[in-house]
C-alpha cells in the first residue's frame, strides 16, 4: 500500500476507530486490529451494496410490473406496415369545442364550408410504390408510366363519408349529389365511421362538472390532452403523393397489360 493510499483511507478508518484504542497498544495487535476492521468495513460495504440491489428490485418489481403488462399488450399485435408509418408525427392537443361556430366545417352549406371539405379529401388517391406494394403483400390497379398504384389511407375514405352524410342532410343544395344520396351510401357510411372508431378508438378519460345552466345539471368535460396525429405534416405529405382526377385519365387501362399488380 503506497503512502498516498494510506492517506486516503485513514478518514474512512478514524470513524471505525474506538476510544478503547490503549487495550490494543502493542504495534502488532494494533495492526491485526486493523486488518480486521479492514475486512469488515469491505464486509460491511458489500453488504450495503447487496441491500441496495435488493431494495432497488424490489422497488422496481412493485412499481414496473403493471408497466411491463401493458407493454406486452402493446406488442401482442404487430400493426400492418403502412407507408405513412415512417412520417406521421404525433403531438399532445385537446379536443376544443370553444369556437366551433368559427370551423369552416361548421354550420349551413357555403362555398367556404365546401371548400374546407374538399381541401381535406383532395389528396384522397395517392400513388405507392411497387416496393411499398410487395412490402405489403398487397395489389392494385397501375398508375401510368411511374410504375406505382392506386391507394388510399383509410382515413380519408372515413372523412369522405362524413362529407357525404353532412350533404345528405341538406340535399336541395346538394342537388348535383343526389345520385349518391341513396340509403344503402348513407348505411355503408355509417359502418365505415363505426368500425373506424371502435377499432382506434380516443381512450382520453372525460370527466363531468356541475352546471347549473345544463338542463340536467352537470356537463361532460371533453377538452383533456390526447396523443394525436399532426394532420397538417401527414396532409401535407399525402398531398405529395396525390393523383391528379379525374383518375381514369391516370391509370393503367385494365385491357393494358400490367393494369393491375404488382
Ligand atoms: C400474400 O397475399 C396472397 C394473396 O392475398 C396470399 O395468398 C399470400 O399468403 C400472402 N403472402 C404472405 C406472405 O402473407
Not at 460495504?45 to 418489481?61: D, E, G, K, T
Not at 371502435?198 to 383533456?224: F, H, I
Not at 390532452?225 to 393523383?243: L, M, P, V
Request: hydrophobic residues 35%; glycine residues 4%.
Amino acid at each position: 500500500m503506497t503512502i498516498s493510499e494510506k492517506n486516503e483511507e485513514e478518514p474512512f478508518l478514524a470513524g471505525v476507530e474506538s476510544a478503547s484504542d490503549e487495550a490494543y497498544n502493542s504495534q502488532k495487535e494494533y495492526s491485526s486490529r486493523i486488518n480486521l476492521q479492514k475486512g469488515y468495513f469491505i464486509f460491511l460495504i458489500v453488504q450495503a451494496a447487496l441491500l441496495a440491489l435488493n431494495v432497488s428490485m424490489l422497488i422496481f418489481n412493485t412499481f414496473h410490473s403493471c408497466e411491463i403488462k401493458v407493454q406486452f399488450a402493446r406488442e401482442e399485435v404487430e400493426e400492418p406496415y403502412s407507408p405513412a408509418h415512417a412520417i406521421v408525427q404525433y403531438k399532445i392537443q385537446s379536443l376544443d369545442l370553444t369556437a366551433t361556430e368559427l370551423s369552416p366545417f361548421f354550420g349551413e352549406p357555403r362555398p367556404e364550408l365546401d371548400e374546407a371539405w374538399s381541401g381535406l379529401t383532395e389528396s384522397s388517391m395517392v400513388e405507392i410504390s411497387a416496393q411499398d406494394m410487395k412490402i405489403m403483400n398487397k395489389s392494385s390497379i397501375a398508375i401510368k408510366e411511374t410504375g406505382g398504384y392506386v391507394g388510399y389511407y383509410a382515413v380519408y375514405h372515413q372523412l369522405h363519408c362524413l362529407k357525404r352524410m353532412y350533404q345528405m342532410n341538406y340535399k336541395e343544395y346538394y342537388s348535383d349529389l343526389a345520385g349518391s344520396f341513396t340509403m344503402e351510401h348513407f348505411q355503408h357510411c355509417m359502418e365505415v365511421l363505426r368500425q373506424g372508431l371502435m377499432c382506434k378508438p380516443d381512450l382520453t378519460v372525460n370527466t363531468m362538472q356541475w352546471e347549473p345552466r345544463a338542463s340536467l345539471g352537470y356537463v361532460g368535460v371533453t377538452a383533456w390532452d390526447r396523443k394525436c396525429i399532426d394532420w397538417d405534416s401527414f396532409h401535407a405529405w399525402t398531398n405529395t403523393k396525390t393523383i391528379p382526377t379525374p383518375l381514369e385519365d391516370f391509370i393503367v387501362p385494365k385491357k393494358e397489360e400490367g393494369s393491375f399488380g404488382p
